[in-house]
Protein backbone atom coordinates (compact mmCIF):
# COMPACT_ATOMS: atom_id res chain seq x y z
CA UNK A 1 0.00 0.00 0.00
CA UNK A 2 1.07 3.69 -1.12
CA UNK A 3 2.64 5.55 1.86
CA UNK A 4 3.15 9.80 2.57
CA UNK A 5 6.71 9.39 3.19
CA UNK A 6 9.21 12.12 5.04
CA UNK A 7 8.52 15.00 6.98
CA UNK A 8 4.96 15.97 7.51
CA UNK A 9 6.11 18.77 9.28
CA UNK A 10 7.51 20.30 5.83
CA UNK A 11 3.96 19.88 4.59
CA UNK A 12 2.55 21.80 7.68
CA UNK A 13 4.81 25.03 6.46
CA UNK A 14 4.52 24.54 2.57
CA UNK A 15 1.20 25.29 3.12
CA UNK A 16 2.14 28.14 6.03
CA UNK A 17 -0.86 26.62 8.52
CA UNK A 18 -0.97 23.64 11.15
CA UNK A 19 -2.27 20.50 9.38
CA UNK A 20 -2.18 18.95 13.01
CA UNK A 21 0.05 15.77 11.44
CA UNK A 22 1.96 15.25 14.09
CA UNK A 23 -0.82 15.51 17.09
CA UNK A 24 0.35 16.46 20.48
CA UNK A 25 3.67 18.01 19.05
CA UNK A 26 1.65 20.69 17.30
CA UNK A 27 0.22 21.86 20.04
CA UNK A 28 3.60 22.56 21.61
CA UNK A 29 6.35 25.41 20.84
CA UNK A 30 8.16 22.85 18.67
CA UNK A 31 5.98 22.86 16.25
CA UNK A 32 7.06 23.26 12.41
CA UNK A 33 5.14 25.92 12.44
CA UNK A 34 6.35 28.08 15.66
CA UNK A 35 9.78 27.49 14.74
CA UNK A 36 10.37 27.76 11.22
CA UNK A 37 6.94 29.55 9.71
CA UNK A 38 8.21 29.71 6.06
CA UNK A 39 8.12 26.83 3.02
CA UNK A 40 10.82 24.23 3.05
CA UNK A 41 13.73 24.50 0.63
CA UNK A 42 16.65 27.09 0.25
CA UNK A 43 14.62 29.64 -1.67
CA UNK A 44 11.57 28.89 0.96
CA UNK A 45 11.82 32.33 2.67
CA UNK A 46 11.25 33.81 -0.84
CA UNK A 47 8.05 35.75 -1.22
CA UNK A 48 6.15 34.42 -4.07
CA UNK A 49 3.46 35.85 -5.24
CA UNK A 50 0.74 32.95 -6.65
CA UNK A 51 -1.87 33.39 -9.44
CA UNK A 52 -4.53 31.26 -11.08
CA UNK A 53 -3.47 27.53 -11.09
CA UNK A 54 -1.13 28.05 -8.34
CA UNK A 55 -3.53 29.30 -5.95
CA UNK A 56 -5.93 26.60 -6.87
CA UNK A 57 -3.26 23.74 -6.65
CA UNK A 58 -2.17 25.07 -3.37
CA UNK A 59 -5.88 24.64 -1.82
CA UNK A 60 -6.19 21.26 -3.24
CA UNK A 61 -2.44 20.00 -2.12
CA UNK A 62 -3.21 21.61 1.84
CA UNK A 63 -6.62 19.26 1.76
CA UNK A 64 -5.27 16.37 0.87
CA UNK A 65 -2.67 15.97 2.74
CA UNK A 66 -4.93 17.76 5.59
CA UNK A 67 -6.91 14.39 5.30
CA UNK A 68 -3.65 12.40 4.83
CA UNK A 69 -5.58 10.59 1.29
CA UNK A 70 -3.30 10.48 -1.82
CA UNK A 71 -3.61 11.86 -5.12
CA UNK A 72 -5.45 8.85 -6.56
CA UNK A 73 -8.39 8.93 -3.66
CA UNK A 74 -8.60 12.44 -3.76
CA UNK A 75 -9.83 12.42 -7.23
CA UNK A 76 -11.98 9.65 -6.57
CA UNK A 77 -13.30 11.08 -3.67
CA UNK A 78 -13.81 14.45 -6.15
CA UNK A 79 -15.65 12.22 -8.86
CA UNK A 80 -18.24 10.48 -6.56
CA UNK A 81 -19.06 14.37 -4.74
CA UNK A 82 -19.40 15.53 -8.19
CA UNK A 83 -21.79 13.07 -9.14
CA UNK A 84 -24.26 13.62 -6.15
CA UNK A 85 -26.78 16.55 -6.58
CA UNK A 86 -25.78 19.76 -4.31
CA UNK A 87 -22.54 21.96 -3.96
CA UNK A 88 -19.68 19.55 -5.16
CA UNK A 89 -17.19 20.68 -2.67
CA UNK A 90 -19.49 20.97 0.07
CA UNK A 91 -19.90 17.31 -0.78
CA UNK A 92 -16.36 16.92 -0.96
CA UNK A 93 -15.42 18.03 2.25
CA UNK A 94 -18.52 15.92 4.14
CA UNK A 95 -17.33 12.58 2.58
CA UNK A 96 -13.70 13.32 3.73
CA UNK A 97 -15.00 14.47 7.02
CA UNK A 98 -16.94 11.07 7.47
CA UNK A 99 -14.05 8.87 6.39
CA UNK A 100 -13.96 6.35 9.36
CA UNK A 101 -10.11 7.14 9.93
CA UNK A 102 -11.14 11.24 10.29
CA UNK A 103 -13.80 9.97 12.63
CA UNK A 104 -11.18 8.22 14.57
CA UNK A 105 -9.02 10.94 15.23
CA UNK A 106 -11.90 13.33 15.91
CA UNK A 107 -13.00 11.39 18.69
CA UNK A 108 -9.95 11.14 20.12
CA UNK A 109 -9.01 7.79 20.33
CA UNK A 110 -5.86 8.73 18.06
CA UNK A 111 -3.56 11.96 18.39
CA UNK A 112 -3.57 12.70 14.33
CA UNK A 113 -5.18 11.17 11.53
CA UNK A 114 -2.18 8.80 10.29
CA UNK A 115 -2.09 7.39 13.63
CA UNK A 116 -6.04 6.89 13.29
CA UNK A 117 -5.75 5.27 9.86
CA UNK A 118 -2.99 3.43 11.31
CA UNK A 119 -5.51 1.48 13.77
CA UNK A 120 -8.78 0.96 11.36
CA UNK A 121 -6.14 -0.60 8.90
CA UNK A 122 -4.55 -3.02 11.94
CA UNK A 123 -8.41 -3.96 12.83
CA UNK A 124 -8.90 -2.26 16.29
CA UNK A 125 -11.62 -0.15 15.26
CA UNK A 126 -15.43 -1.22 15.84
CA UNK A 127 -17.98 0.04 13.52
CA UNK A 128 -21.59 -0.65 15.51
CA UNK A 129 -19.57 -3.57 17.19
CA UNK A 130 -18.36 -5.04 14.05
CA UNK A 131 -14.65 -5.00 12.98
CA UNK A 132 -14.03 -2.38 10.14
CA UNK A 133 -10.87 -1.94 8.40
CA UNK A 134 -11.28 0.30 5.34
CA UNK A 135 -10.08 3.90 6.47
CA UNK A 136 -12.37 5.55 3.80
CA UNK A 137 -15.22 3.84 4.95
CA UNK A 138 -18.04 6.25 5.28
CA UNK A 139 -19.78 6.31 8.80
CA UNK A 140 -23.88 6.91 8.40
CA UNK A 141 -25.30 8.59 11.34
CA UNK A 142 -27.05 6.52 14.20
CA UNK A 143 -23.39 4.41 14.21
CA UNK A 144 -21.36 3.50 17.10
CA UNK A 145 -17.53 3.85 17.08
CA UNK A 146 -15.37 2.02 19.68
CA UNK A 147 -11.60 0.88 19.63
CA UNK A 148 -11.06 -2.70 20.56
CA UNK A 149 -11.90 -3.26 24.03
CA UNK A 150 -8.24 -4.20 25.07
CA UNK A 151 -6.97 -0.77 24.15
CA UNK A 152 -9.30 0.85 25.99
CA UNK A 153 -7.15 1.58 28.76
CA UNK A 154 -4.00 2.11 26.65
CA UNK A 155 -1.70 4.93 28.19
CA UNK A 156 -1.80 6.28 24.55
CA UNK A 157 -5.60 6.55 23.72
CA UNK A 158 -6.26 7.97 27.10
CA UNK A 159 -3.99 10.45 26.73
CA UNK A 160 -5.21 11.11 22.89
CA UNK A 161 -9.13 11.04 24.40
CA UNK A 162 -8.11 13.61 27.14
CA UNK A 163 -6.82 16.22 24.68
CA UNK A 164 -9.72 15.86 22.13
CA UNK A 165 -11.70 16.65 25.07
CA UNK A 166 -9.82 19.60 25.96
CA UNK A 167 -9.99 20.94 22.79
CA UNK A 168 -13.72 20.11 22.29
CA UNK A 169 -15.34 17.44 19.93
CA UNK A 170 -17.49 18.26 17.40
CA UNK A 171 -20.97 18.83 17.34
CA UNK A 172 -21.95 15.95 14.96
CA UNK A 173 -20.43 13.04 16.85
CA UNK A 174 -21.41 12.13 20.57
CA UNK A 175 -18.48 11.16 22.34
CA UNK A 176 -18.62 8.85 25.48
CA UNK A 177 -15.27 9.12 27.36
CA UNK A 178 -16.21 6.71 30.59
CA UNK A 179 -17.61 4.10 27.95
CA UNK A 180 -14.38 5.23 25.34
CA UNK A 181 -16.76 5.42 22.26
CA UNK A 182 -18.54 7.70 20.03
CA UNK A 183 -22.09 7.44 18.10
CA UNK A 184 -22.68 9.45 14.42
CA UNK A 185 -25.32 11.95 15.68
CA UNK A 186 -25.64 13.49 12.38
CA UNK A 187 -23.67 14.28 9.66
CA UNK A 188 -21.51 16.88 9.63
CA UNK A 189 -22.28 20.11 7.82
CA UNK A 190 -19.93 22.34 5.81
CA UNK A 191 -19.65 24.81 9.26
CA UNK A 192 -18.46 21.92 11.48
CA UNK A 193 -14.95 21.94 9.72
CA UNK A 194 -13.31 24.72 11.43
CA UNK A 195 -10.13 24.90 9.03
CA UNK A 196 -9.34 28.00 6.52
CA UNK A 197 -10.70 26.12 3.43
CA UNK A 198 -11.78 27.61 0.04
CA UNK A 199 -13.45 24.41 -1.76
CA UNK A 200 -14.39 26.18 -5.16
CA UNK A 201 -11.15 26.26 -5.77
CA UNK A 202 -10.49 22.64 -6.01
CA UNK A 203 -14.24 22.63 -8.21
CA UNK A 204 -12.36 25.13 -10.42
CA UNK A 205 -9.20 22.98 -10.49
CA UNK A 206 -10.55 19.79 -11.58
CA UNK A 207 -13.19 21.47 -14.32
CA UNK A 208 -10.47 22.77 -16.35
Not at 87 to 99: A, D, K
Not at 177 to 194: H, N, W, Y
Request: net charge positive; aromatic share 6%.
Amino acid sequence: MAKIRGSVCRLCRREGLKLFLKGTRCYTEKCAIERRNFAPGQHGKRRVKLQGYGVQLREKQKVKRLYRVLENQFRLAFQEASRKKGVTGELLLINLERRLDNVVYRLGFAASRAQARQLVAHGHVRVDGRKVDIPSYLVRPGQVISPRSRLEKHDALVASLEQARARGFPQWLSVDTAAVRGTVSSLPRREDITMPIQEQLIVELYSK
